[in-house]
């Protein structure tokens, strides 16, 4: 069993920058593949980012250049680094684990999920 608690969420205005993370607990974080998701209001669950369990990262194109996935295997931490946020990333983003080597881009591929923190970018 893996526990993920996700922090870092708030308001910010657009083109301002967050940083979120996702703690993890429970069981070997560095073998776990790692993704964020969103969700708007009224809408499904998208992919945002994902990250294999030895760094290699995958972006949603409408993020790519302007979101960073990292993770620090010693502090059972992955980070979403948002830059240049734009009102269309409001959401709430969830962390999410998988017990394998690498990523996917399914939601339902992941076995674990955080409870969510909310992003409002403000126009």
């Known amino acids: 069993q893996v526990q993920l608690v996700e922090s870092g969420g708030g308001l910010v205005q657009a083109g301002g920058s967050l940083r979120l993370s996702c703690a993890a607990s429970?069981?070997?974080?560095?073998?776990?593949?790692m993704g964020w998701f969103r969700q708007a209001p009224g809408k499904e669950r998208e992919f945002v980012a994902a990250?294999?369990?030895?760094?290699?990262?995958y972006y949603a194109d409408s993020v790519k250049g302007r979101f960073t996935i990292s993770r620090d295997n010693a502090k059972n931490t992955m980070y979403l680094q948002m830059n240049s946020l734009k009102p269309e990333d409001t959401a709430v983003f969830y962390c999410?684990?998988?017990?394998?080597?690498?990523?996917?881009?399914?939601?339902?591929?992941?076995?674990?999920w955080g409870q969510g923190t909310q992003v409002t970018v403000s126009s």
């Open positions: 999410a684990a998988r017990g394998s080597t690498f990523y996917y881009i399914d939601a339902d591929k992941y076995n674990y």
């Open positions: 429970g069981r070997t974080f560095s073998n776990y593949a």
């Open positions: 990250i294999s369990s030895g760094g290699s990262t």
